[in-house]
């Protein structure tokens, strides 16, 4: 069975500083992956999304910034963190084919920037 | 662009009661695909339920259903037999067919709907 992994849990930074959010799939290879935003009471919001290795897609723009190593890992990074960069982040993946292709989601990190 | 609206920011059910909750969504697509997630305390999203828009059938998924109306662009969800474990925070998602790479599988999400169950 496939699962994804988020680390860290939780995260309080200092503003100015930097950002490493890691998401790692097992049980699966060439997943389309995904890096959402949930803002306290609100929706999520779709932040960067992933086909393969080193291809990465922006749908906002923003401090933060998407990378893509290795098949099965995705991380979120910044080299400045804003105070408006605090939220809950979740990572997602999909299988590349078929029709359904449904996403399912990490536990997320929660991000406190003070 | 497609935009997924749930006009319920809370809906409170007793247990072992029946809670509809509603989506509408905007699109000029025909074929897509839509979903229902669950969000508890945990904030860990749990799939429930999908539903392919080229199916006249509406889904279900043991005690969860929706009613899937194409024309009014309308996709619901109705918890039967609430139980306390159901409390959370529920999302509607809309995702569009598969035409390009660029447009692979990403998810509109509404602003949710939390369900609070009584006792």
């Known amino acids: 069975s496939q699962t994804i992994h988020q680390w860290p849990a939780t995260l309080v930074q200092p503003v100015g500083s930097p950002l490493s959010l890691e998401c790692t799939v097992e049980g699966t290879s060439n997943p389309n992956l995904y890096w959402y935003r949930q803002a306290a009471g609100r929706g999520l919001q779709l932040l960067f999304y992933?086909?393969?290795?080193?291809?990465i897609s922006s749908e906002v723009p923003q401090n933060l910034s998407a990378s893509r190593p290795q098949d099965r890992q995705f991380i979120l990074s910044s080299k400045k963190l804003l105070l408006s960069d605090s939220g809950f982040y979740l990572c997602?993946?999909?299988?590349?084919?078929?029709?359904?292709?449904?996403?399912?989601f990490g536990p997320g990190t929660r991000l406190t920037v003070l | 662009a497609q935009t997924v609206t749930q006009s319920q920011p809370e809906m409170s059910v007793q247990e072992a009661e029946t809670v509809t909750l509603s989506c509408t969504y905007d699109?000029?697509?025909?074929?897509?695909?839509l979903f229902w997630y669950k969000q508890p305390p945990s904030r860990q999203m749990i799939l429930v339920i999908r539903?392919?828009?080229?199916?006249?059938q509406n889904a279900t998924e043991n005690r969860f259903s929706v009613n899937f109306q194409k024309a009014a662009k309308s996709f619901s969800l109705k918890i039967s037999d609430s139980q306390l474990g159901d409390a959370a925070m529920y999302f509607c998602a809309y995702r569009s067919p598969e035409l390009t790479t660029d447009s692979w599988g990403k998810l509109q999400f509404g602003a949710g709907t939390q369900v609070v169950v009584t006792p």
């Open positions: 992933s086909v393969g290795i080193g291809q």
């Open positions: 539903q392919e828009a080229y199916k006249q």
């Open positions: 699109t000029s697509e025909s074929d897509y695909y």
């Open positions: 997602a993946w999909g299988r590349r084919s078929g029709s359904t292709d449904t996403q399912y």
